[in-house]
């Protein structure tokens, strides 16, 4: 199934966040956002783009993907080998875990953890992020590469493919893409900037069953629907 995206609504974004992961929990927008030097996890007040709450990451870390587990906020790096705990109430630091692979996207489906690293794997994780299984993604037989920030909604894994304008909705067991997401032209031209980068940021709020997207150094944010084109 290939779908297209519907604007229902739009909020500013800060244009300085190089987004990496985001997610709700318990209704309040999360966000983490990369590069050496200017890494970031905050809490996000949608109707001004600005944060709540923020907590800056150590220049030597590139913060990538993240979500609440457990109770508690999971934070990958890049390439680091090393994954933070937060408290997500005050984005206060818990501790911190060794991680073997490059750190992209992060979402869970309350069971397990689940990361991509670039590949076209999908990485279930324990909460010491011990692996429990692995599949492949894959769109037909060609498997689906460069799987970047993720989103659990409705029993499927939504996936960014990084530096591409779509996003996969994969089936979690086998592995298999069963939707793919026209996001051409989400942001329009005339909102571009020498600095505006890719597509990189997926959120459902469960309490709303509205999703919304972003990217990376965007002015925007949207609400969004899907409407079937096949």
Sequence with gaps: MTYKLEVVAEYPHDINAYTQGLFFHEGVMYESTGQYGESSLRMVNMKTGKP????????DYFVEGSVVFGGDMYVLTWMEKTAFVYDPKTLELKSQISYPREGWGLTTDGESLIASDGTSNLYFLDKYFKLKRYVQVCLGMRPVRFLNELEYI?????ANVYTADEIVIINP???AVEGVIDCKDLLPQDLRTYDTDVLNGIAYDSQSGKIYLTGKNWPKLYEVKLIPTN
């Design 52 to 59: 709540i709450k923020r907590k800056s990451v150590s220049k």
């Design 154 to 158: 409705d029993g499927k894994v939504w």
């Design 173 to 175: 067991k086998t592995g």
